[in-house]
């Protein structure tokens, strides 16, 4: 039986003999992620879950303790009643846990949702959330893209990290974008002289490595196109722009996880672990009103969940699930380096503030 990672190898090493020996480090992402039943989100590997003992490699907020959902749901509710919609669309459900947890706390809320769509590319995972979500199969549906129109209120935890990114590497003065290449039989990191810069001045002259995330503000540009009605919530791991490419972060923010554990080396393992990189909210926000969204405000996750109500849901919870609660709030945990960013159509913009941003709103920093 072929090893899943040589053989995702050999599809990578195919790919750089059509691009002539070279491919940006965007395109080997995409197929280390998501090549159809190898890459890493494709395949049948755990991903999911709170030890490594279980096969997992990291745990999300909806894993931690379903108060994350049930507090969200207090802002899904409100958006969808100031923008006059009946659905919700989450991007890259994982295990399903977020959407059971927000469908369950509408239904408790005495507001049920018409429909509940999943957009995830991964089938391993759809299989997952199918099981997760096997008692609300008449709400819930899955797609495999956006349709041309639509309206509700979308979702996406930990979602824009996991989109491809370009490497630049600034080396003895001069930009570079960073790729990959093969060489004594492995894949190794090649650059190549690029006109392509960071979106502000890096000052200094020492090396610098950074990334820049054109698929994930075209992703927004397109939701943007699409979203005729309702409100986008994204939370994620990052940095406005200032903070993304200040001098001192001169290593980037790329990173990969595997059994619960951190490495810088993408290379290696292909398809056996995650590779993520930090979001640049600037960079998001801006995509976003070019295309027409306004955005309706941006802050800490900490701050987030508690404006949504996440200490009274907690007065009646366990005491593990208030344990878990503070990885969700802690500054040194999720609550400062997790932020939120919410957007809308200009038509659903006007006449409220959501909930998670009634205080500590930090748009002025982006």
């Known amino acids: 039986m072929i090893d899943p990672a040589v053989e995702l190898t050999s599809i990578i090493r195919r790919h750089l003999q059509v691009q002539g020996g070279w491919l940006p ?32 490699d990291f745990v999300t907020a909806p894993e931690l303790t379903p108060l994350f959902g049930h507090t969200l749901a207090r802002q899904v ?44 590319l991964s089938g391993n995972l759809r299989e997952r959330q199918r099981a997760t979500l096997a008692e609300h199969e008449e709400v819930v549906r899955w797609a495999d893209a956006l349709p041309e129109c639509m309206a509700g ?55 610098y490595l950074t990334e820049i995330h054109p698929q994930a503000e075209a992703f927004v540009r397109t939701l943007a196109d699409r979203l005729q009605r309702g409100a ?14 200040h001098p001192q972060r001169h290593m980037g923010t790329l990173i990969c996880h595997r ?32 295309a027409g969204m306004a955005v309706l405000g941006y802050t800490s996750q900490g701050r987030f969940l508690l404006n949504c109500g996440l200490l009274t849901l907690a007065q009646t919870a366990d005491v593990r699930q208030n344990a878990m609660m503070q990885k969700l709030l802690n500054e040194h945990e999720m609550g400062e380096l997790f932020k939120v960013i919410a957007l809308a159509p200009a038509a659903s913009a006007p006449g409220w503030v959501p909930l ?9 920093r982006l």
Do not use: C
């Open 25 to 56: 480090f965007d395109r080997f992402m995409a197929a280390a992620l998501y090549e159809p039943g190898l890459g890493y989100y494709a395949n049948a590997s755990a991903k999911f879950g709170h030890t490594p003992q279980g096969g997992s």
């Open 77 to 120: 509710a409100q958006a969808l009643d100031a923008t006059g919609t009946d659905e919700v669309w989450e991007f890259g459900a994982g295990t399903g846990a977020l959407a059971l947890q927000v469908i369950e706390a509408l239904a408790e809320q005495g507001r049920p949702l018409r429909r509940y769509t999943i957009v995830d």
């Open 153 to 207: 209120v979308v979702l996406g935890n930990e979602v824009l990290d996991a989109m491809p990114v370009q490497l630049l590497a600034r080396v003895d003065g001069a930009w570079f974008e960073r790729g990959v290449a093969w060489h004594d039989d492995q894949l190794v990191w090649a650059d190549r002289p690029t006109d392509l810069r960071p979106p502000v001045e890096v000052p200094g002259g020492h090396d």
């Open 232 to 245: 986008a919530f994204f939370l994620d791991y990052g940095f406005p722009e200032a903070e993304y490419f």
């Open 259 to 290: 059994a619960h554990q951190s490495d810088s080396n993408p290379l290696a393992d292909v398809g056996q672990k995650d590779i993520t990189a930090h979001v640049n909210f600037t960079g998001v926000a801006l995509a976003a009103q070019d």
């Open 356 to 364: 998670g941003f009634s205080a500590g709103d930090r748009t002025h």
